[in-house]
């Protein structure tokens, strides 16, 4: 007789046996608890969801009626276009080449606005910058005139970079110069603003002077002596030449028709 373990002696005990039915049982019974302990801790998913859909639907309201309101709203159509930096460029002709009056601000291309200022006759820059919620602010870099760009049908301004543009006024102590060739041009080579600059400083008596293509510069001098300087190269030895010439003929007291110091090194004069 086989020796019985101590569970079988206490299932005999109890009245049950240890069979493949009584396993199948204590399975399925063990099965429900556990599914009923994680039933109970489950969230309920389906509340979830339906209050992030409530949140979502609320959030496109939201948008919908904020989209609305920019769109529509008189309070972002642009009612003013506040413009600095500007001194001769008068404020109406830079509002105007804005075309942003009444535009409502959130349709306004700031770059295309940009672009459209700087074409504006005497304008070299400009920044933009919004104010809410319907302000624009406009700083103006004006081009710097330097000299005077004188033909038979017109007057220009000639600015650092010498772009001719047109003349808003008069220049009082600016260096006058006459295009004897009556060409309609719209800027000047960097040689010729160089020179032009240098007699500028050189000669601060110099208020006018002649320039042609093919003779280059000529202009007289505070002796009114008539100076013949030729094309926009060699500038500072012809500056040298000429007081040199001049200190001489001061001393010798002649007085001359004219000084040609277009080959510098071949400098000479003729007398009255």
Same mark, same amino acid.
């Given at each position: ?7 079988? %002696? ?23 608890? !556990? ?77 295309? !606005? ?29 081009? %710097?005139?330097?000299?005077? /760009?004188?033909? $038979?049908?017109?007057?220009? /301004? ?15 102590? +600016? ?44 202009? $007289?001098?505070?002796?009114? /002596? ?24 001061? +001393? ?21």
């Amino acid at each position: 007789m086989t020796k019985k373990t101590r569970q079988e %002696l206490l299932l005999e005990r109890r009245g049950i046996e240890k069979t493949p039915a009584r396993r199948r049982y204590v399975r399925r019974k063990f099965s429900r608890r !556990l599914q009923s302990r994680l039933l109970v801790a489950r969230p309920k998913i389906s509340s979830i969801y339906a209050g992030a859909h409530a949140l979502s639907l609320w959030l496109l309201i939201a948008c919908a009626w904020a989209l609305y309101l920019f769109s529509t709203s008189d309070m972002f159509y642009v009612g003013a276009v506040l413009v600095t930096g500007n001194v001769r460029v008068p404020n109406e002709e830079i509002v105007e080449a804005t075309t942003a009056t009444n535009l409502n601000i959130f349709y306004v291309d700031f770059n295309q !606005l940009a672009s459209q200022v700087r074409a504006v006759s005497g304008v070299r820059d400009v920044s933009t910058t919004y104010e809410f919620p319907n302000v624009l602010h406009l700083n103006v870099v004006e081009r %710097l005139p330097l000299f005077v /760009w004188q033909t $038979a049908k017109r007057s220009a /301004w000639v600015d650092e970079t010498g772009l001719l543009f047109p003349a808003r006024g008069a220049l009082s102590s +600016a260096l006058t110069i006459n295009d004897l060739d009556n060409q309609v041009r719209t800027s000047l080579d960097a040689p010729l603003v160089t020179a032009l600059r240098a007699l500028a400083s050189a000669l601060p008596n110099l208020k006018r002077l002649d320039y042609t293509d093919a003779k280059g510069l000529s202009f $007289a001098d505070e002796h009114n /002596w008539r100076v013949l300087f030729g094309q926009p190269d060699q500038t500072n030895a012809k500056l040298g030449m000429l007081r040199t010439l001049s200190t001489y003929l001061l +001393a010798q007291k002649v007085d001359v028709e004219y000084i040609d110091v277009r080959l510098p090194e071949r400098a000479f004069y003729k007398p009255k």
